[in-house]
């Protein structure tokens, strides 16, 4: 749906209820920069209930609700298309209990609870005009972020507000306003002590989709939160790579974050690039005056497998980020010498993660010799090889035959076998047909 045909829905479902209707929030925030909309909207009724007009626009536009009647907030959800409905109020928090008491308030005091002044600009979806309620238009003009109170009390009330804070100042290009900051890394310690670690998660893959994942690292780091949620990382700070001219562990890792986010928007693939390294806090060892830190990979993948699991990460994140940074020394470690057997092999090796493995190695290279000698002729021998041609490679006998020419049933040799039948076929000993498959069974096992 266009999106004002979807505003004058929404302003004529509520004229006909009796309330007043406005639009909140990013969304106005964004027009006023001159950026594309999205279709996430945020709408705060001044006067009536949340529930009965997302009843009536949920029949209208066919999308499912969802309805928060602690926080009076109703949410509407069409394919890409996301509303929130929220009733005027203030929270108001106590120091014994992190939820919120929620009241019915006015327009302004509604817009004081928010977390940053240019998140308070109204749109009147009857008359189309902006209100700048609280004075915003000054910081949206001078890109900084500000709270609308006190931002001790804003960062105490919800304190993952203060990672809000670093990814809108990269998301939008702004500066944190000198007070703002400060506050910020008076109340870090907050987080980890009133915040899940659902929440943070959530609010840290969002900096890290951002277009510059790297600059937002650094704020955490800056504004002192990074102890706090990634201790892992800060620790690499000032671990040299014994390489003159190299930056310590940490910096690599932000360059190496922010080269794989020009080529890649994965998620996954972007944690693994910043966390690819911090198997090298527990593996590094002087070795004739030379730092070595051997294994670092598989220590690396242990480690990052921790904090994915301390921050609730999924299965498949963990399960995608462990499997990267395990295998991201194999591509570096290539050379010329590999025969065409050992790049099949390797190819078959890192299966559906073989594409964000190369792009991790591309990224961890970047500026090396390696890269221009190495690095790029096997990613040409891969092409040569034919990646999808190299995985469609399958046994010339199925489990049936190899069962029917040994003469038992199922068992653990069976598959033995057929993993050594394409073991041959990429050594290129043999040359797919059943026949040659059976010659070789025939003279490796004689009956």
Not at 12 to 26: D, E, I, N, P, R
Request: aromatic fraction near 8%.
């Amino acid at each position: 749906m266009k999106e004002q045909l979807l505003f004058d829905l929404i302003q004529k479902t509520a004229s006909s209820l009796g309330m007043k209707v406005f639009l909140v929030g990013g969304a106005v925030r964004d027009r006023l920069l001159g950026w594309t909309p999205s279709q996430d909207y945020d709408f705060v009724i001044e006067s009536g209930s949340a529930k009965e007009l997302a009843e009536k626009l949920a029949k209208r536009l066919a999308a499912q609700l969802v309805y928060f009647p602690k926080f009076r907030t109703a949410q509407l959800s069409r394919d890409n298309l996301k509303i929130e409905l929220v009733e005027a109020r203030t929270d108001r928090y106590s120091e014994k209990n992190r939820k919120p008491q929620v009241e019915r308030a006015t327009l302004v005091e509604d817009l004081l609870r928010r977390d940053f002044t240019v998140n308070t600009f109204l749109q009147d979806l009857s008359s189309g005009k902006v209100l700048d309620l609280l004075n915003a238009r000054p910081d949206l003009c001078q890109r900084s972020l500000r709270t609308p109170l006190d931002p001790s009390i804003t960062f105490q009330d919800d304190p993952l507000r203060m990672l809000r804070a670093i990814r809108f100042a990269v998301r939008l290009g702004f500066e944190i306003e000198e007070a703002t900051g400060v506050a910020i890394m008076q109340k870090a310690s907050l987080l980890p002590a009133k915040v899940s670690a659902q929440r943070i998660k959530s609010e840290l893959d969002l900096i890290m989709v951002t277009p510059q994942p790297d600059r937002g690292i650094q704020l955490l780091k800056q504004y002192q939160l990074l102890p706090h949620i990634l201790p892992e990382l800060l620790a690499m700070e000032g671990i040299s790579q014994d390489k003159e001219g190299e930056p310590d562990l940490f910096r690599h890792s932000l360059a190496t974050l922010g080269r794989l986010a020009l080529k890649s928007c994965s998620l996954r693939e972007r944690w693994a690039a910043l966390l690819h390294d911090i198997g090298k806090l527990e593996t590094v060892k002087m070795t004739n005056e030379i730092l070595t830190f051997f294994g670092h990979e598989e220590a690396g993948a242990q480690l990052a497998l921790n904090l994915l699991d301390r921050l609730r990460a999924s299965n498949e994140e963990k399960e995608e980020v462990f499997f990267l940074i395990r295998w991201h020394m194999l591509p570096i470690k290539y050379t010329p010498v590999w025969s065409d057997a050992a790049v099949k092999r390797f190819i078959r090796r890192m299966g559906r993660y073989l594409k964000p493995l190369l792009r991790l190695a591309q990224a961890d290279l970047q500026g090396t010799e390696r890269l221009e000698h190495c690095f790029w002729h096997l990613v040409k021998r891969v092409q040569a090889l034919g990646e999808e041609q190299v995985q469609r490679i399958s046994s010339p006998l199925s489990g049936e035959e190899i069962m029917d020419y040994f003469g038992h049933g199922p068992g653990h040799s069976v598959g033995e076998v057929k993993q050594e039948l394409i073991d041959l076929l990429l050594d290129d000993r043999i040359d797919g047909s059943k026949e040659s498959a059976l010659v070789y069974l025939r003279s490796r096992y004689p009956k």
